[in-house]
């Protein structure tokens, strides 16, 4: 879920949804030792979703108004650097 979808909640809303994905973070980690799932980046996503919405929570508590990111603008490429011909390839 993120991150701007979040703000969008209510403080209610946002402690159930970290309690929601606990939850599914605990029985993961017995689907796991129990091998009946063997797909340990679920532990890794579900404890990202539970640290975003914390980080909205506490925005919330201090009364924090996020704002948007802007665009990012165009740069130049790089330019490709180019092979220096070694000492012993001199051309003849």
């Known amino acids: 879920m ?10 209610e809303e946002l402690k159930g ?5 606990k939850e599914e973070l605990v ?10 799932e063997r ?5 890794k996503k579900l404890k990202r979703d539970v640290a975003r919405v ?3 929570l506490s ?11 802007k ?3 165009d740069k130049p490429a790089k330019k490709a650097k180019t092979k220096k011909a070694s000492k012993g390839s001199e051309a003849v």
């Open 2 to 11: 993120e991150a701007q979808e979040l703000r969008q909640l209510s403080v």
């Open 17 to 21: 949804r970290v309690n929601q994905f």
């Open 27 to 36: 029985r993961a980690r017995f689907k796991v030792q129990s091998s009946e």
């Open 39 to 43: 797909d340990t980046s679920l532990f």
């Open 54 to 56: 914390q980080t909205v």
């Open 59 to 69: 925005e919330k508590a201090r009364g924090v108004e996020v704002v948007s990111k």
């Open 71 to 73: 665009p990012l603008e």
